[in-house]
């Protein structure tokens, strides 16, 4: 409710505080406001309406909410735990696409979308490795790569070589032949080295977190996108004889030939065994390539116009009928973009090009110099950091410097507590590999803790922006004390109030409305015209049934009734626009275009006297109003508002 209510406040109210040489606007209290700040407030909620009359309403709003901003800074509001932890949590979030990771992470995506226009077709061998396996582990590995590379450019049968050498738990089914796959599917050092193969080329062996690949590209082809099919499947393995084998064709065949004759798809598929599709018509979810077994997905994306249907294709499961129902382009770089962002934040090979990136920037932007290296955590660290319980002994280490950024020195000890917090369950493997991974990590870490800590100074956009929330929270926390507790909470006051306005809420009227909701604005147009024609012939139900012809939805009453102030938000939409002067005595229809709403007005008539609990509602939205009104008339006089005339007169030249 909080994060809600204050971004409604930003709405109408945000502004920063970015005023490096600009003049002063206006001072309230002590306090001083740069036309910088007002005027880019002003343009980011006036965009289509700059002029001079808009600046002088504007101003009008702006002080009363800087009033508000200065009691709630004078009142210490800002310096409460909670409020500096919530702040710090938006901070954190609002930070990170101001981030100068950002800009890689651009690079990849618009990467990643151009390469997964395409489907790669690969040979490959992978030879099992730990990540974080010892130098000896890892080339003991890399030499088997090697050889493995020799034997098949020697000219020995790739699949016997991949039969008996590869770690892949396929490798005895499909022999090391992949079947096309959609880019974001491969690793990205797999699909780097294919975009820059020529076609048959064993590459050299490539290093992942799972180990070595020895890859070939076979074949690229543009991206297939989407399809959607049904199946008949009669099932069939290995295991069960050669005549069962023959009698489950033959039943495939049988009803392929009756789908030749004429039978409908959708009665011979009750002969399929997947009955849980088969209570669907066969239908299964759609797909795109690299998810099904590679005979029926070549099947079914040969399929070309919906309702065409395979010959019987045998799989691993058995034989299937295909038909194809509906297929779909692949998504547009907009539609893709998260999904790609989701997809590279969680790569590790990805993470590391960003984090080196980062480094290497945030390494020359903010003067970082190497003093020494953590080779001392070599023999500090044990075994039980594998484990995460690692504890750090600082007795044993010194305050000797690490390295320095913007002059700021990060020592063996910050270093040290640094691993025990940061240590994971991990693997077994070298200590000092472990150490100089983490050692990395810390480099980068400290880094961007100085970009973040710096980034209003770097963003003039992030300044605004943290300024927003900052003064959106205070006055949230602001009204809330002052304003809003007061009068839900104040019984007496707001009985008090209630028998000192009893004569006006009396006096109220009652609007009898009927409200639509039409599909679009045929539906609107036509019943307006039935409506001028005779309100008494066209009543609500005659109406709906007259407009929504075709289908129920189209056109369809939502309320009706009389209601007064406070009890229907489509009433108070006609109230409003009556007090706005915005809505004639005899205008009987208001259109809603953004909401697809129409309101015909019937008629008003006078309220009935309501008493104080059947109104409360009401009563307690007009107090926070007469409380508003009374508390801000007492900031105007606790606070002096002095504005600059010459400096208004230049914000105005500047923004016509």
């Known amino acids: 409710m909080k994060k809600v209510t204050i971004l409604a406040v930003l709405i109408l109210f945000t502004f920063s505080v970015f005023s490096q040489k600009s003049e002063v606007l206006m001072t309230v209290g002590n306090k001083k406001i740069s036309a910088d700040e007002f005027i880019h407030i002003y343009k980011k909620n006036n965009s289509g309406n700059l002029n001079e009359q808009s ?15 200065v009691e709630a800074e ?76 020799n034997r098949i450019l020697s000219g020995e049968d790739f699949e016997k070589v991949v039969t008996e050498t590869s770690d892949d738990r396929q490798a005895a ?36 977190d799972f180990g070595y690949y020895l890859v070939k590209l076979v074949d690229t082809r543009p991206a297939q996108g989407f399809i959607k099919v049904a199946h008949i499947m009669i099932s069939s393995s290995d295991q069960i004889s050669d005549e069962e084998k023959e009698i489950k064709k033959k039943k495939a065949d049988s ?29 299964l979810p759609e797909f795109s390539t690299g998810r099904m077994v590679p005979e029926f997905e070549a099947t079914a994306f040969s399929l070309k116009t919906p309702g065409d249907y395979s010959e019987p294709v045998k799989t691993t499961f058995g034989w299937h009928i295909i038909k194809l129902i509906k297929k779909r382009p692949p998504e547009s770089m907009e539609d893709q973009k998260e999904k790609i962002r989701k997809t590279i934040e969680k790569d590790t090979e990805r993470k590391e090009i960003v984090k080196e990136f980062v480094t290497n920037e945030l390494k020359k932007e903010y003067g970082f110099t190497d003093v020494n290296g953590p080779d001392v955590f070599y023999s500090l660290v044990d075994s039980t950091i594998f484990n995460s319980k690692w504890v750090f002994q600082s007795d044993k280490s010194s305050d000797k410097t690490l390295f320095t950024v913007k002059g700021k020195k990060y020592t063996e000890n910050s270093f040290g507590r640094f691993i025990e917090t940061k240590q994971k ?30 980034l209003e100074n770097k963003n003039k956009g992030f300044k605004y922006l943290m300024q927003e929330y900052h003064d959106g929270m205070l006055l949230f926390d602001l009204m809330k004390k002052e304003i809003w507790d007061k009068a839900s909470e104040d019984t007496i006051g707001l009985k008090k109030y209630y ?79 009556m007090k706005e002067n915005k ?21 008003k008539r006078k309220s009935k006297v309501k008493p104080f609990e ?36 230049k914000v105005k030249k500047s923004v016509n």
């Open 499 to 577: 028998d000192d306005n009893i004569q006006i809420y009396n006096d109220q009227i009652e609007l009898d409305i009927s409200v639509f909701k039409y599909a679009d604005e045929n539906y609107y147009n036509e019943a307006v015209k039935l409506l001028n024609k005779s309100r008494k012939k066209y009543t609500d139900s005659v109406l709906v049934k007259k407009v929504a012809t075709d289908d129920p939805e189209s056109f369809k009453i939502v309320e009706a009734g009389f209601y007064s102030k406070g009890q229907s938000i489509f009433a108070d939409k006609v109230f409003k626009m």
């Open 173 to 208: 089914k499909n022999k090391g032949h992949l079947s096309y796959l959609p880019v974001l599917r491969i690793p990205y050092k797999i699909q780097s080295y294919a975009f820059s193969a020529e076609n048959n080329t064993f590459s050299m062996p490539l290093r992942t």
């Open 255 to 283: 009803i392929y030939n009756r789908l030749q004759a004429g039978d409908k798809f959708e009665e011979l598929v009750a002969f399929s065994d997947d009955k849980g599709t088969a209570k669907k018509g066969g239908e």
């Open 614 to 649: 059947e109104i409360k509602g009401v009563i307690i939205a007009d107090y926070q109003m007469f409380l508003e009104e009374k508390w801000m008339a007492d900031l105007k006089q606790k606070y002096k508002i002095t504005v600059n005339e010459k400096g208004l007169k």
């Open 425 to 454: 369950r991990i693997k077994k493997g070298e200590i000092s590999t472990t150490v100089n991974e983490m050692y990395n990590d810390f480099i980068y870490e400290s880094l961007t803790d100085v970009e973040k800590t710096g």
């Open 74 to 149: 004078n009142l210490k509001m800002d310096t409460s735990s909670a409020f500096i932890n919530e702040l710090a949590g938006y901070r954190d979030q609002l930070a990170k696409p101001y981030l100068i990771e950002n800009l890689k992470y651009d690079q990849l995506i618009n990467e990643a979308y151009k390469r997964n226009q395409s489907e790669l077709k690969l040979d490959l061998v992978f030879i099992k490795l730990s990540k974080n396996a010892s130098p000896e582990d890892t080339l003991t590995a890399y030499n088997k790569a090697v050889k493995i590379r």
């Open 55 to 69: 600046v002088d309403e504007y101003l009008e709003l702006f002080k009363n909410f800087k009033l508000k901003v």
């Open 583 to 603: 809505l004639e005595d005899n205008w009987k229809v208001v259109n809603l275009s953004k909401e697809n709403t129409l309101i015909y007005i019937n008629g």
